[in-house]
C-alpha cells in the first residue's frame, strides 16, 4: 500500500484558490524579535528582503525560523533572478522565492524552473536545514517541496507591462505581484507611485494578470486602498515595510497629544 502524501506545509496557494485575500509584510531589518511580533500580529506571511536591506543568509535564517509557532508564511526576496541566489533561502526553510524586474516570459521560465526539483526544475537538492524549520522529515519535505514552495514574480518594469500577456502565459507562476516604486523609476518617475502614467501601467499590469487567472498582489498603504483592490480581486496585499509600519504606529500613537 502506498503511504499517503504528507499534508502541505504552505497554506497560501489553497487560500488563493479560494480567492480568500491574505496580508503580510516585508522584513527589512535583521531581527528575530521584529519578526516574531510581525508573525503574532495577525499577518499571513512575510518577505525578508534580501534585495535592498543589510540582512546575511544567517539573519534570514534566523528571521525564517522566527515564525515558528504561528501560521505565517516565511518566504524571500531575492537581489536578483538567478538560481543560485534562490538556493539557499529555500534549503534554510523559506516556503517561497520573490523574483524581481520580471521583464519577459524567459526571465519567468528561469525563475519557474531554479524553485522545482527535476523533472520539473532544476533546483540542486541540499536542504539541510529546512525539515527542521517545520519539524519533519527530510522524506516528508521532499514530498510536498514543490507543491510548497511560491513563486512569486514582481511586475516592476515598462518593459514587463509591455509584455505582461507573454509573462502571464508561462506555467508555474504562482503569484504576481506589482511594484510601484521600481515601476515608476522605470519610466524616470521615481518616487511618484501616483503620476498617473504610472498609474496607468499599473492598471495595464493588473488586467493583464487578472485576465491571466494566476493570483495577484500589491502593496496596500490604506485599509480604503486595501479594500478597493480586494474588490478587484487581488489575494496577497502588502500591509508595509518593517520600517514603514513601525512609523505609522508611532505616528498614529503621537497624533493628537499635545507637545
Known amino acids: ?60 535564517h534566523a528571521m525564517i525560523t522566527a515564525t515558528a509557532g504561528t501560521p505565517c508564511v516565511p518566504m524571500v526576496r531575492i537581489a536578483a533572478n538567478e538560481p543560485w541566489l534562490a538556493k539557499a533561502p529555500m534549503d534554510i526553510g523559506a516556503l517561497g522565492i520573490n523574483f524581481p524586474m520580471i521583464c519577459s516570459r524567459s526571465d519567468a521560465e528561469k525563475a519557474v524552473r531554479s524553485l522545482r526539483y527535476p523533472p520539473k526544475g532544476e533546483r540542486l537538492w541540499g536542504p539541510f536545514h529546512a525539515p527542521f524549520r517545520w519539524g519533519v522529515s527530510m522524506p516528508d519535505y521532499m514530498a510536498t517541496a514543490d507543491d510548497d514552495m511560491i513563486c512569486m514574480i514582481t ?45 496607468e501601467l499599473m492598471a495595464r499590469a493588473e488586467a ?4 491571466s ?3 495577484i ?20 496585499l502588502a500591509l508595509g515595510f518593517d520600517w514603514s509600519l513601525f512609523q505609522r504606529g508611532i505616528a498614529a500613537s503621537l497624533e493628537g497629544i499635545k507637545r
Open 1 to 60: 500500500m502506498t503511504p499517503a502524501k504528507p499534508a502541505p506545509l504552505n497554506r497560501l496557494r489553497q487560500l488563493w484558490r479560494e480567492g480568500r485575500p491574505t496580508f503580510g509584510a516585508i522584513a527589512t531589518i535583521p531581527s528575530i524579535q521584529t519578526v516574531q511580533i510581525m508573525a503574532r500580529s495577525g499577518i499571513d506571511w512575510i518577505i525578508v528582503d534580501l534585495e535592498h536591506g543589510p540582512i546575511d543568509l544567517g539573519s534570514a
Open 155 to 199: 511586475i516592476e518594469h515598462v518593459e514587463a507591462v509591455e509584455r505582461i500577456d507573454e509573462i502571464m502565459a508561462t506555467p508555474g507562476i504562482d503569484l504576481a505581484v506589482i511594484g510601484p516604486g521600481d515601476l515608476a523609476t522605470s519610466i524616470n518617475k521615481r518616487g511618484l507611485p501616483d503620476d498617473p502614467e504610472v498609474l
Open 208 to 211: 493583464g494578470i487578472l485576465k
Open 213 to 215: 487567472g494566476v493570483p
Open 217 to 236: 498582489g500589491g502593496v496596500a498603504r490604506t485599509a480604503e486602498q486595501a479594500n478597493r483592490m480586494i474588490e478587484r480581486g487581488y489575494v496577497a
